[in-house]
């Protein structure tokens, strides 16, 4: 007969893991003998070398008791099911850790890799850190409402980054938000070039998409982004009503177009 520390020793586990199967029921606690202690015979050894077993095999605690009870194909079903659980919390914990990895680069946050490729050739054509990271959170907006259509629209967007204009609106943008000052003369070049880009768009028939067009919130979402980023993105916007477009994201041609801005002689 074993005391409790033996019993232990042998089934290697602790007194106090012992004592846990008493409390959880997975072990039956035996009674005191005359000097007040417990006493295990080796049919609790054989228990408790199972239980051992089972829980070092990634068993829940709450299925090892019918385990130890179920016949041969009792068993062998339990097991499979138990192999199938954990098969598929690998796959979670695999799908975590290659979120989690994503995540090291920052702009992987919300984002699929389409748009990180992107955001990365936007730092090859020379878009500052604050103009990166401002298309960076209107595309988690974009992919948040069009998950599925990411992978359709970023081809054209990464292609329109060898357009030379695009190359110079960029810059220009980096220029004046990366500055508190107020440079009307790049403002006004910006615009110009956007509202070219604008009516290029148009002539082509892309300015948006027909299943787009009902679906105002993303757009107007990612306009009060760009003027909470900054309040000298609605002077943008002046000048761009000017010259006949109206939002940021969604470029809409006004009707009927304002008359152009005087020339200075």
Not at 123 to 133: F, H, L
Not at 157 to 179: G, H, N
Not at 213 to 221: E, F, K, N, S, W
Request: net charge negative.
């Amino acid at each position: 007969m074993l005391t409790i520390g033996q019993l232990a020793a042998y089934a290697g586990v602790t007194v106090r893991a012992v004592r846990h199967y008493h409390q959880i029921g997975l072990l039956p606690e035996p009674e005191r003998d005359a000097s007040g202690y417990r006493r295990y015979g080796a049919t609790a050894v054989v228990s408790l070398i199972k239980i051992r077993a089972l829980a070092d095999a990634g068993v829940p605690r709450s299925q090892i008791s019918r385990m130890l009870e179920a016949d041969a194909e009792g068993f062998a079903e339990a097991v499979r099911a138990i192999d199938d659980q954990l098969r598929d919390e690998i796959e979670r914990l695999e799908t975590s850790r290659r979120h989690i990895a994503q995540l090291s680069a920052g702009d992987s946050l919300a984002l699929p890799p389409e748009v990180t490729s992107y955001l990365d050739r936007l730092r090859q054509i020379g878009a500052s850190k604050r103009i990166v990271e401002a298309e960076r959170d209107g595309w988690i907006l974009v992919a948040a409402r069009w998950p599925d259509r990411i992978s359709e629209w970023m081809p054209a967007k990464v292609a329109e980054l060898d357009d030379p204009q695009i190359v110079r609106l960029y810059q220009l943008l980096s220029e004046i938000f990366d500055t508190t000052e107020d440079d009307d003369s790049r403002m006004v070049e910006v615009a110009d070039i956007m509202a070219s880009l604008a009516e290029q768009a148009y002539d082509a028939g892309t300015v948006t998409a027909a299943d787009e067009a009902t679906d105002d919130l993303p757009h107007d979402l990612i306009d009060a982004l760009a003027l909470e980023s900054d309040p000298r993105v609605e002077r943008l916007w002046e000048l761009m009503r000017e010259r006949g477009w109206s939002g940021w994201n969604r470029m809409e041609r006004l009707s009927p177009p304002p008359d152009p801005p005087p020339v200075a002689c």
